[in-house]
């Protein structure tokens, strides 16, 4: 047990932050390079100011016209999304991993507080997972990849409560727990997770030709 | 010709039988082979990123839904935007363009028929996919492959031999022209339609169907032209038409030599800058999509809808009207010149101008809903008029909410509107009546 925690927690971790990083800047450089050849016009259009404007509409919680629409999958999205990236950054245990390996700290997130956050990532993937199966505009969309990065997400989470709530087998849940947010990690630069990264420039180019060109509102 | 279409569905699809010609003899002369290298050409030469991001960032959200009127008529799945990615070049891409003529045929129904290329749908995604430039990169594919609707392509013909969208021969459009003149100097003395004339301060330029079949447009411009005593011209020969049905079948060569042919008639005539008639799409194919398939990242000379030049009659005080309009009316924003240039707050300003009574349609603006008439649609002819009508299911009901209000007529200041709105007014027994900014004003104007 002890040596695939340290395989884990050691080498495998740097695999997983070069995959991570490496793919992410790979990826990111060779749709740049590609948008340079072949999409002169977005660079042509594509306008800071406008940019911006959009992404802050859209960045704030029932900004859009569409978010009013659907109040309920907004207010998922949002908790969601800030409690995904909150929540493992500042949790506790992890602050004290970078403290013991990288000797660098920084605030932490009380443990009941960080436990609702990780409820509230578990509950909107349950949630999430309800939309695909039963809103028939979501349902044809849904493909397995979908169910399957669904649960790349939710799988850090899970067991990252199961090990903090120390319910039975928490030492191996621990291993899973830490291969999980690995596997998370590593499937961004190769999957639609990707979408964190390019929600700036697909927003950001709409709002520059709705602004710019169509002098109108994208939101 | 038939205005009947089957209702038969396929199994798969939430495509009834086709009827069209067009396609069905199109795909007669496919192979896989064929298809698979046309796929190749178009996704490699002539789309990179923003394509792959397009197609590769969906989330199948489902957001996109109700952004599209075709899915709030239809309450279809298959009819959201992303679910037309699905179905055309989602598979394409993931199948690298190994894809059958029987997929070939279902996706040109998809792209051509079944989106307006309205863009409404951009302003729904969280991301802003822009689901219209995917349909748009399917209809170049189809182009290509020779697969595009009859009737459409009749259109794009005739663009290619006269010039024009409506087969208008040269001296049809002088006669034209100069009937109008002569019937409008009935109510207006000495009234001219100026051909030609260097320098004026204004080159009005109309769609193909406006000789064709709306003269009395012409004939309206003519005396509010006059009215206001403006400088202003036509051209006598071709460069007139400003309609483009070619940029939505994808025939994006063909496309350029008419915008440049248009361009290039204002300019040689060295006219300070170009007014367009009432129409939608002719306004997007010389705004945004012409203009850069040619080059200029903004068109080469100033050119503005009919909204904008009437509003600036009557902001600049230059127009002069007996009595407002006082039935009442709503206003609908058309896609191409609200969402497709901001110009719903100038078609206020002149809703209020000349009428008394202006009651809103909701949603309104850029959220505005298509006539599902749009993107070329319309022009695909009788073999998919019914299904057209039905996916205006909600647009029917926005008008229908209006009329409660009290609306009676429906100003639509592009030419693809009024067909559309005519045939859901028809088939929803809305029973409204439909306007041209033109028909108003000519109705109120004060004759000198």
Known sequence: MHDLYSFFTGPFAWLTFIVFIGGSVWRFSSLWQ?????????????????????????????????????PAMTVVTFLFHICLFITPIFVFGHVILWKENFNISWFTLPNAVADVMTFIVIASCIFFLWRRITLPEVKYLTTPSDFVILFIVAAPFITGFWVYHQFAGSAFMTIIHIISGEVMLMAIPFTKLFHMFLFPFTRGYIGSEFGGVRMAKDW | MSESNSATESKNSGIKKIDDQGILKGVEGLTPEKIESVIQQVITNETGARLKVYVDTCVHCGLCSKGCHYYLSLNDPKFSPAGKVK???????????????????????????????????????????????V??????????????????????????VTMNQMW??????????????????????????????????????????????????????AVIMNAVGENWTMPSMPGWDNSDMCMFTGDYEMMERLKRCHFESALNLRAKRIVMGECGHAF?????????????????????????????LF?????KIKKKFDTPVTLHDPCNVSRGRGLHDKARNLV??????????????EHNYCCSAGGGVI??????????????????????????????????????????LEDIIHHYNVGMELKFFGDIIYEILDLP
């Not at chain 2, 209020?352 to 603006?365: D, G, Y």
Request: charged share 25%; hydrophobic share 40%.
């Open chain 2, 168 to 221: 208008v021969k040269d001296d049809e459009w002088v006669d034209t022209l100069m009937w109008q003149e002569e019937e409008a100097q009935e109510a207006f003395e000495n009234l001219r339609i100026p051909l030609d004339i260097e320098g004026a301060d204004l080159f009005y330029s109309v769609i193909g169907p406006e000789p064709k079949f709306r003269a009395q447009l012409i004939f309206q411009a």
């Open chain 2, 135 to 160: 349909m748009s990169v399917m209809r170049r594919i189809c182009h290509k492959l020779g697969v595009v609707p009859l009737y459409i392509q009749d259109t794009a013909h005739s663009h290619s």
């Open chain 2, 379 to 420: 022009n695909c002819g009788p073999p998919f008029k019914n299904a057209r009508v039905e996916s205006g299911k909600e647009k029917a009901r926005q008008l229908l909410e209006a009329k409660e209000k009290g609306a009676k007529v429906v100003i639509a200041p592009c030419h693809n509107c009024h067909g559309g």
């Open chain 2, 315 to 319: 902001e600049q005080n230059r127009i």
């Open chain 2, 352 to 365: 209020n101008a000349t009428c008394s009574n202006f009651i809103e349609m909701v949603p309104n603006r």
């Open chain 1, 34 to 70: 590609l948008a340079q050849k072949k999409d002169g016009h977005v660079f042509e259009y594509m306008d800071t100011k406008f940019a911006l404007r959009s992404i802050a509409h859209w960045l704030v919680p029932f900004g859009s016209r569409s978010m009013k629409l659907n």
């Open chain 2, 87 to 133: 179905q055309t070049l989602a598979e394409i891409m993931q199948k690298k363009g190994k894809v059958s003529p029987e997929f070939i045929k279902q996706a040109a129904v998809i792209a051509y028929t079944q989106c307006n290329l309205c863009k409404r749908c951009a302003m729904y995604c969280p991301f802003g996919l822009d689901v219209a430039y």
């Open chain 2, 284 to 312: 997007r194919s010389v705004y945004d999509v012409g203009n850069r398939a040619l080059g200029w990242r903004m068109p080469p000379i100033e050119i503005i809808h009919a909204i904008d030049y009437f509003n600036e």
